[in-house]
């Protein structure tokens, strides 16, 4: 193990129990974790239907392909990228 995250190989379907890595507290002291991407998509669902107006959800990712993060946020419930 130790590749990099850039070094790894890309993925381009996803499965419920498959991991992401989340980096909490990007912008204080950062701490490496993981998360199922079936809790990711519970989570953000979870929030986009309870949250209304005013309740923001920002996703960013990179593009495998590219390199580029790509941005995702939903906001009332309407996906914007």
Same mark, same amino acid.
């Given at each position: ?21 989340? %980096? $909490?507290?990007?912008? /204080?002291? +950062?701490? *490496?974790?993981?998360?199922?991407? @079936?809790? =990711? ?20 990712? %990179? $593009?495998?392909?590219? /390199?580029? +993060?790509? *941005?995702?946020?939903?906001?009332? @419930?309407? =996906?914007?990228?």
């Amino acid at each position: 193990m130790g590749d990099k995250i850039t070094e790894l190989p890309s993925e381009t379907t996803l499965a419920a129990g498959d991991l992401l890595v989340v %980096v $909490d507290n990007p912008g /204080g002291t +950062p701490i *490496t974790k993981k998360i199922t991407f @079936g809790n =990711l998509v519970t989570q953000v669902i979870d929030n986009i239907t309870s949250g209304g107006t005013g309740k923001t959800i920002t996703v960013t990712a %990179v $593009d495998p392909t590219t /390199g580029n +993060p790509v *941005t995702m946020e939903f906001e009332g @419930g309407v =996906l914007k990228v």
